[in-house]
């Protein structure tokens, strides 16, 4: 495919509304420290609370434990329906199964008729492990997550210290 194709694919009002709305899904947060809530805002996310919704429009959510919650029976619950993502501590990431961060990269390489051969994945988190996995090129920011640090191919410095400029050069895309 050409660079115009490509470009002209990228562009597209239907692609960028489809990924628009997976991304209103995702700002749906539930049980966000104030913490991360602040971090996910001074990123440019609208944060809300769960309890604003009568129903429940999201497709990702993250809880957190506390002493003497019931963490496996927690787990166990949402087994049916979600992919349980462990991070930190005592953060536990959920997304509906079938919905991933490979997922979405393999819909947009279908759309723009990419092969996984002309991938880049960059990330930080056991979340993006799905899409390591597609990816032929694997990028973890420098304040990433050990286990996905050992998954990669490259580790760059953190977003704040331009790591994912850093890593695209390190490529030579840039």
């Known amino acids: 495919m050409?660079?115009?194709?490509?470009?002209?694919?990228?562009?597209?009002?239907?692609?960028?509304?489809?990924?628009?709305?997976?991304?209103?899904?995702?700002?749906v947060a539930a049980g966000h420290t104030e913490g991360e809530a602040a971090?996910?805002?001074a990123k440019g996310f609208e944060v809300r609370d769960i309890g604003e919704f009568e129903?429940?429009?999201?497709?990702?959510?993250?809880t957190y434990d506390w002493p003497g919650c019931d963490r496996e029976g927690f787990l166990e619950r949402l087994a049916p329906y979600f992919e349980c993502i462990?991070?930190?501590?005592?953060?536990?990431?959920?997304v509906l199964k079938g919905c991933s961060k490979?997922?979405?990269?393999?819909?947009?390489?279908k759309y723009l008729g990419v092969s996984a051969e002309d991938t880049m994945a960059i990330g930080d988190s056991t979340n993006d492990i799905p899409m390591f996995e597609v990816a032929k090129h694997t990028v973890c920011m420098g304040n990433g997550m050990e286990e996905l640090k050992a998954r990669a191919g490259y580790i760059t410095e953190s977003v704040l210290d331009d790591g994912i400029e850093k890593a695209l050069k390190h490529y030579g895309l840039i």
């Open 2 to 27: 050409d660079k115009e194709t490509i470009i002209r694919k990228l562009t597209s009002r239907k692609l960028w509304t489809a990924v628009a709305s997976f991304a209103a899904l995702l700002i």
């Open 55 to 62: 129903e429940l429009p999201f497709i990702k959510g993250i």
């Open 102 to 109: 490979a997922n979405g990269m393999l819909e947009l390489l």
């Open 86 to 94: 462990h991070r930190e501590n005592t953060m536990i990431e959920f």
């Open 39 to 41: 971090q996910m805002t």
